[in-house]
């Protein structure tokens, strides 16, 4: 059987004058047996990159003859995102049509739970330590298998008790988007990050496809829960395999087979043909690496980097002003050297005194990771974000 690609478009919203808001879906399979994986990107609306990249790894893809496994390909997966615009810069980070604005990549729910809940009428979540204790003499194909049914029962079980009260528009893209994907052994969720250079967030288990993806700096995730894609992708895995360890049986994570990640294609609302093809390129190599596609997969040489996420420390502005910057996104900065010069003309008096320039000054060694786009900023908004107690990968 040769390579099949489809097109399947979902509908995510009917907007009040009636125009319909829908998905395109790609799914790519050739028969071969393989694993499943889930690409997608535009999850906030200016992070346009990942669109681009993927429309040339379809164009890849397209040059091939056979793949391993499935691919469900959604290259831009959130149409009212990419389509908000508010004086023609791109907004769409959170839904504001809504009086409850929440940023797009934290509406993702977690499907397992360590207590049931005693409230039949709540929506049931796989309670890991009953399945675990199910499953405490199965093999592992049979606990994978088991467990992909038991949180697609879940997701089943929260629709079917809140739909009939119609659903947040968030709530239902993050159900839409949680249902294409649960079942993936590979998650791959494309963003950018305001200004910023190339980088990596995954988990300890996966760091060691940084080098595929050729991203040189990796944030380390930890164990806590935001409500973000990767997160609510992989962690059910990582529990499931302590509730395991908890019955003195242990299953080292590689053996589920399951990795997730968010790699960073630099600044927002930018695209360009140069880096399209190269980011294509990225996920392609990757996935040679995990054999889903033909060829030789590369292992980037080079220095790499990871940092713990506790150790990547965004810097908030301490009053409001304009920046004037010093550093620049992939910048390494000392502690004590200034990052930006915050200047507030609004302290000005009229014999030429007032404290019209604040520093913003490093506190640690580190990599400028990411900085604000806007050179505008309020109280308590983000000025950059730092990649500190940097390790060799
Ligand atoms: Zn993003």
Known sequence: MSLQITRQDLPIRVTASGSVLKIPVFQVTSGLPGPKVYLQANIHGPEIAGIGAIYDFLALLRSLNTVRGTLTIVPSVN????????????????DLNETVVGNFNRIYQLW????????????????????????????????????????????ADYTAKNAPYGMRHGQKLALTI??????????????TAGDAIYHLFTFEECLSAARYFNLRHTIQLDESFSGVLDEAFLQ????????????????????????AFTPELGSADTLDRIAMREDAERVANYLRYRGVLDGRAIRHEGEFFYAKQDHYRRYHAPTGGLILWHKRAGDHIMAGETIATLLRTYALEADGTGETEIPIVALEDGVIISASESQVTHEGMGICSILTRLQSL
Request: aromatic share 10%.
């Open 79 to 94: 149409p009212l995102g990419l389509d908000s615009k508010v004086s023609g810069h791109q907004t769409g980070y959170a």
């Open 112 to 155: 397992v739970t360590d207590k049931p809940s005693d409230d039949p009428e709540a929506p049931q979540k796989v309670v890991l330590d009953t399945f675990a204790e199910q499953h405490r003499h199965s093999d592992l194909p049979m606990i994978k298998q088991a467990f992909r049914a038991a949180l697609g029962a879940a997701i």
């Open 178 to 191: 949680q249902r294409l994907s649960y079942d993936a052994d590979y998650l791959i969720d494309l963003h």
């Open 236 to 259: 059910p895995w990582l529990r499931l395999q302590k509730a395991f360890q908890k019955l003195g049986r242990t299953i080292p994570f590689a053996d589920f087979g399951v990795e």
